[in-house]
């Protein structure tokens, strides 16, 4: 365990602008740890459930805080092409003064709207088809897991889907922002 703490240390400033150094120095301390693994099921085999548990708990803890960035990355960018669809109000209202008001408030008001209101007005305008509700759906099942991480993992309020995986997250909120980017000018 000091070795690996001893390596990464060393080799990880010098090699973490480039993605083939991080790959070995990746490579390097898995190698590490599963030397780690075998010396230490030899002497203490608790050790290494113990050592297991943390790295499971770590992969965790990892998938939950990379659903919390995307989900914040997404909603940043529907607020924002929402305040970009309203700039239509500029355009469209007279006299100028009142549109330019009428957009400020617009906009300021769109940045407390609840991310649930955004997603049914999202489901009844341009994901009324059966997919989209059911796209729709899984964004809404993310934001639950989202906010359930977020704010401590209160077990008490369990998200109906307690588990997902990143990549299908990934999936669905990309899937959302391709068909906004298809309506963006």
Known sequence: QEALKVATKVVRPRLARETQ?????FNY?????????LLLVAEQPQMTEELISKIQ??????????ILGLWATFERFLRSYLQHKGEALKQTVTPPHLADSLYQHFA???????????????KDSL???????KCIGLAKQILEYRDWVAHGKN????PSA???EPKNVYACLNEIVSVLLTHYP
């Open 21 to 25: 150094c991080q790959r070995e120095l």
């Open 29 to 37: 301390q898995r190698h590490l740890l599963n030397h780690n693994r």
């Open 57 to 66: 708990v770590t992969e965790n803890e990892s998938r939950d805080l990379f």
């Open 108 to 122: 300021k008001e769109v940045e407390y709207w609840k991310p649930t209101e955004m997603l049914d007005f999202l």
């Open 127 to 133: 994901f009324a088809t059966v997919e989209g509700r």
């Open 155 to 158: 077990l008490s309020k369990l």
């Open 162 to 164: 307690p588990y997902l």
